[in-house]
C-alpha cells in the first residue's frame, strides 16, 4: 500500500472522534421530542453499542434502544494481543455500560436467542421477547471449527483461539508463562476475510517481545493459510526481521487442514506435522449464529449483504446488520473502529426513516493500531465512500497509507494507538 502522509487531525476528524458524514443530517432531530418506536440492538461492541448511544442522541431521546448483550462489561478484542504480551491487564481493557444507561439506553444483560423477522421480536434466554419497530444485529463472529479436522468439543479447551478477549486471553497468556524456556509456539492465520486483519501478526509481535525478554531460547513459528501478510506487509516483514530474528517465523501458504491437540501438533494441508508447546489456532470465521438462524447471511454462507447507505440487510427488512458479521466492502477491513462507524451510519439511516427522511449516503474512516512491543506502533488507516452507481463503499483515492519506515515516529505511535483507545471508548459509552 502506498505510504502517504495523513495528519494526525485529519485522523481525528475521520476518526473514533468524529461522526460519520451520513450523521450530519440526524443531527437535526435533536431536540424532537415525539415518540419515534422501539428499536432493539443485540450486541454491545464496536458497533452496537455506538449504534445503541448515536441513535438516542442523534434523536433527541425520542427512540426508544434496548441493548442486549450476555457480557456485564465491555472488553475489547483492539488491544487485548497486549496482555499476552504482558503490558495489559483485561482490566485495563474494561468498559462499564453505566454511560449508556445515562443516555437511556436500555441495557439487559441476556442473551438473544432467535429473531421472529415476521413478529418483528427478540426472543432472549431469559424468556423475555422484546419487540421492536427496527433491530440492530452486531453479534460478531462465529468459528468454523469445522474446517479444521481434530477440532472437536474437548480439543476446543486445549487449543485455544483468545480472538474474543475474555477467558481465553488469560488462558494462553497462563500457557505461554507455564511453557518451558526451549518452547515452541505455534500460532495460525486462517484464509482472509477475517476479524481484524494485522492482529495476528500483532500477536506474533507481543509473543515474540514476551519470548524475546522472559524465554529467549523459545521461538514462535507464525502458520498463515494466505500466500502473502494481508496487512502492514512493509512493516511487519521489517519487524520480524529485526526486532524478532530468530524468535518469529512466518511461514505463508501454511494452512492448518487438522489439530492433534492431545499430540500438540498442527498438520498442514500438504501433510507437514509441526509439533508445539503452545498451539493458537485462529480458525475461520463467519457472522454469528444469531445472524445466521434469522436469515442474514447471504453470501458465501458466511457473511452478511447490506445495503451501506443503511447498514439494513438486503434480504430482511428493518433489520440493520454491523460490523464483522457483514460481507465487507472492496478494502474495507473487519475492525473495531470500522464497526464504529457501521453503528453511527446505522444510527443516523434509523433515525431519518423512523422520522420519514431519506438517509445521506455516508462516508467512513479506519484506522487500526498494531502494537509491535510494548510501546512502539504502526498503523493502517483508510477513507471509504459511498459509490451510487455501484452500490457500495470504496476507499478515497490518495487517502488511505500505512506508517512510515521512519522507527523514530514509532513510539509517537504508541502514543497515538494508546490515545486512540480512551477516545473510541468515551465514543461508545461516555
Known amino acids: 500500500m502506498q505510504e502517504i502522509p495523513i495528519t494526525r487531525r485529519q485522523l481525528i476528524k475521520l476518526g473514533a472522534a468524529g461522526a460519520v458524514v451520513s450523521s450530519l443530517s440526524a443531527c437535526a432531530t435533536m431536540g424532537e421530542k415525539k415518540a419515534l418506536g422501539k428499536v432493539v440492538v443485540i450486541g454491545a461492541g464496536y458497533g452496537g453499542a455506538t449504534a ?3 441513535l438516542r442522541l442523534w434523536s433527541g431521546g425520542a427512540i426508544d434502544v434496548t441493548l442486549v448483550d450476555a457480557n456485564e462489561q465491555f472488553i475489547s478484542c483492539p488491544l487485548s494481543n497486549l ?53 440492530v444485529v452486531s453479534p460478531g463472529v462465529e468459528f468454523m471449527y469445522e474446517a479444521v479436522r481434530g477440532m472437536d468439543t474437548a480439543a476446543q479447551q486445549m ?12 488462558a494462553l497468556r497462563k500457557q505461554l508463562e507455564t511453557m518451558p524456556d526451549g518452547g515452541v509456539v505455534l500460532v495460525s492465520i486462517p484464509v482472509a476475510p477475517y476479524r481484524c486483519p494485522p492482529g495476528p501478526y500483532e500477536r506474533a509481535c507481543q509473543i515474540g517481545w514476551y519470548l524475546k525478554n522472559n524465554k529467549p531460547k523459545s521461538k514462535l513459528l507464525l502458520l498463515d493459510a494466505n500466500p502473502d501478510y494481508v496487512s502492514k506487509k512493509p512493516l511487519f516483514s521489517r519487524v520480524f526481521a529485526e526486532d524478532y530474528k530468530g524468535v518469529v517465523e512466518y511461514r505463508p501458504q501454511s494452512t492448518v487442514a487438522e489439530v492433534d491437540a492431545t499430540g500438540k501438533a498442527f498438520l498442514l494441508d500438504l501433510g507437514e506435522r509441526i509439533q508445539g508447546d503452545v498451539l493458537n489456532l485462529i480458525p475461520p470465521q463467519r457472522a454469528a449464529n444469531i445472524a445466521r438462524d434469522a436469515g442474514l447471511i447471504t453470501a458465501n454462507n458466511r457473511w452478511c449483504e447490506v445495503d451501506w447507505i443503511t447498514m439494513e440487510s438486503i434480504k430482511v427488512p428493518n433489520v440493520h446488520v454491523l460490523g464483522d458479521a457483514t460481507l465487507s466492502a472492496p478494502a474495507m477491513p473487519k475492525s473495531g473502529h470500522m ?23 455516508p462516508m467512513m474512516a479506519n484506522t487500526c493500531y498494531s502494537f509491535i512491543d510494548d510501546k512502539n506502533v504502526v498503523h493502517v488507516a483508510s477513507v471509504h465512500r459511498y459509490v451510487p452507481e455501484k452500490k457500495t463503499m470504496e476507499v478515497v483515492a490518495g487517502a488511505s497509507g500505512i506508517s512510515t519506515q521512519d522507527r523514530a515516529s514509532w513510539a509517537l505511535e504508541g502514543t497515538y494507538g494508546n490515545g486512540w483507545a480512551q477516545t473510541i471508548w468515551a465514543d461508545m459509552f461516555a
Do not use: C, F
Not at 503490558?87 to 442473551?111: E, P, Q
Not at 487449543?159 to 488469560?170: I, S
Open 52 to 54: 445503541a448511544k448515536y
Open 83 to 135: 496482555v499476552l504480551g504482558g503490558s495489559r491487564t483485561l482490566a485495563d481493557l474494561t468498559v462499564g455500560y453505566g454511560g449508556l444507561r445515562k443516555h437511556g439506553v436500555n441495557v439487559l444483560v441476556d442473551t438473544a436467542t432467535a429473531i421472529d423477522v415476521e413478529k418483528k421480536q427478540v426472543r432472549l434466554t431469559s424468556g423475555t421477547m422484546l419487540a421492536y419497530d427496527r433491530l
Open 159 to 170: 487449543v485455544l483461539h483468545a480472538w474474543k478477549a475474555g477467558p481465553q486471553t488469560l
Open 339 to 361: 464497526a464504529n462507524q457501521h453503528g453511527k451510519t446505522a444510527a443516523a439511516a434509523i433515525v431519518e426513516l423512523m422520522s420519514g427522511r431519506t438517509p445521506v449516503p
